[in-house]
């Protein structure tokens, strides 16, 4: 099956940087979608960006002009350059991956979340 590992998450103070890396592995025929969304407490889960196959980006309108999604399809990485950082960007960090892929002799479609990473922004 496949798997996301997240990691880069951490504490920051306000002004600052971080940049978060997703890494998917398994039996992976394709990657259509990759996005980052983030869960503060006492709050829904949002979309913070996401990524098409081809390169093609969205952003919260909260993020815009500080965060920057790409991804490495040799690598089946997605990264978070995160710029700017404010409190409210405090939150749970979940990398979201779907396509298809290939565990047995034929393709199945995934839609598979990372463990989270922690992300927390001082004033």
């Known amino acids: 099956q496949v798997q996301l590992v997240e990691s880069g998450g951490g504490l920051a103070q306000a002004g600052g940087s971080l940049r978060l890396s997703c890494a998917a592995s398994?039996?992976?025929?394709?990657?259509?979608?990759m996005g980052w969304y983030r869960q503060a407490p006492g709050k829904q889960r949002e979309l913070v960006a996401d990524?098409?196959?081809?390169?093609?980006?969205n952003y919260a309108d909260s993020v815009k002009g500080r965060f920057t999604i790409g991804r490495d399809n040799n690598k089946n990485t997605v990264y978070l350059e995160m710029n700017g950082l404010k409190p409210e960007d405090t939150a749970i960090y979940y990398c979201?991956?779907?396509?298809?892929?290939?565990?047995?002799?034929?393709?199945?479609?995934?839609?598979?979340w990372g463990q989270g990473t922690q992300v927390t922004v001082s004033s």
């Open positions: 979201n991956a779907r396509g298809e892929a290939r565990p047995t002799f034929w393709n199945i479609r995934y839609d598979k």
């Open positions: 398994g039996k992976i025929v394709s990657m259509e979608y």
């Open positions: 990524i098409t196959s081809g390169g093609i980006t």
